[in-house]
Structures are given as C-alpha cells and as structure tokens.
C-alpha cells in the first residue's frame, strides 16, 4: 500500500526521487557548495520513505566518456553513502539532465499510479531544476525539498560569477509555485 498524500481534496501516492546524489559533487572540482548537508536531509527522507515501504527512485547520471565527472568506472559515478540504494531499490540511470529523458521513470510512475513526487538532489539549476519542470509538464504534482538541494558556483556568457547562494536562491524562486511547492526536509515529514 503506498501512502497516500492529500491534495486539495484528492488522494495522490507519492513517490521519493533522489537525483545525482553522487561522489563527484563532493569531490571538491565544483567549487563550495550552497548546502553541504543536503545528502543529509535526503537520507531523512529516505528513511521515512524506507520505513513505510514506499516508493523511491534512485536517479544516476551516467557517461561513457572517461573524461566526465560520471564516467560509469569512476569513483564520482559512485552513490554518495548516506543516500546509497539498497539492492532491492530501483536506481535508474540517465544520460541528460531530464531523469525522464532516455528512461523508464515516467512509465514506471504510470503504472504504479503515483501522481505526486518529492524531489530532492544535486544540482538544484541543473537536473534537479530539469526533471522538476519536466515532471510538472507532465502532469505530476511536484515538491521540492529545499534543504536537501545544493547548487555551486556559475558564471554567465559575460564572464560574471554568481555565488552558490545566489544560484541556489534563483532556482528555487524560478521554480517556486509554478513547476513546484518549495519546502523544507522537516515540514515535508511533518505532513506525510
């Protein structure tokens, strides 16, 4: 039985999804990152998820290419401990930023009738940012659990450098409301 989260009135099952929570981000090569304790957060989530016996979805980024940061025989490909799949857990590898692009997640929530998705990852601009906006287009209610994203450190086309924080800070309020509800790892527990 999957648990069933109330919204506006409609019973919706819900699933967790784990985007990139990989070694490479943690490698120190991506600058300082806005949020060092994100896997932390995710592995509350993923304990709840666990204990209730509901659905989670590990997602990898996954290259061929031996120059990437997730070349498939580095040791950045590698699942970041705290939020490492168990063996029965489904991880799905993707190639793009999108987790619906090239694979089988979008199928896989159609069958098990999941309609709602919790979300959280790294990076919060970059895949974390696509699959939210994708899932939305598709139909999905999405929340994003703030806490447990992190952003690093860009540049624009002029050269300018714009902070961990600031990049975090306008992903989320791009995202807010329109492709997702922001909240907190704590108040996601709270509700479910």
């Given at each position: ?11 919706m ?22 949020n060092?304790?994100?896997?932390v ?25 031996p ?126």
């Open positions: 039985e999957y648990h069933k989260f109330i919204f506006l009135g409609v019973k099952k819900t699933a967790l999804v784990l985007i990139d929570f990989q070694q490479t981000f943690r490698d120190g090569s991506w600058g300082t990152s806005s060092d304790q994100a896997e957060q995710a592995a509350k989530l993923l304990k709840h998820f666990r204990q209730n016996q509901l659905p989670i979805f590990h997602i990898h980024h996954w290259s061929q290419h120059d990437s940061r997730f070349y498939f025989k580095s040791n950045g490909f590698s699942a970041i401990d705290m939020v490492k799949p168990l063996e029965d857990e489904l991880v799905i590898t993707k190639t793009v930023n999108s987790a619906f692009i090239g694979t089988s997640l979008e199928a896989i929530l159609r069958e098990q009738s999941v309609s709602r998705l919790i979300i959280a990852g790294l990076t919060t601009p970059h895949c974390v940012s696509t699959t939210i906006r994708m899932a939305t287009n598709l139909g999905f209610s999405v929340t994003l659990a703030e806490d447990a994203t992190a952003s690093f450190p860009l540049h624009d086309h002029n050269g300018r450098m714009f902070s961990a924080q600031e990049i975090q800070d306008s992903t989320l309020a791009s995202l807010n409301e329109e492709f997702a509800t922001i909240l907190s790892t704590q108040q996601i527990l709270d509700s479910l």
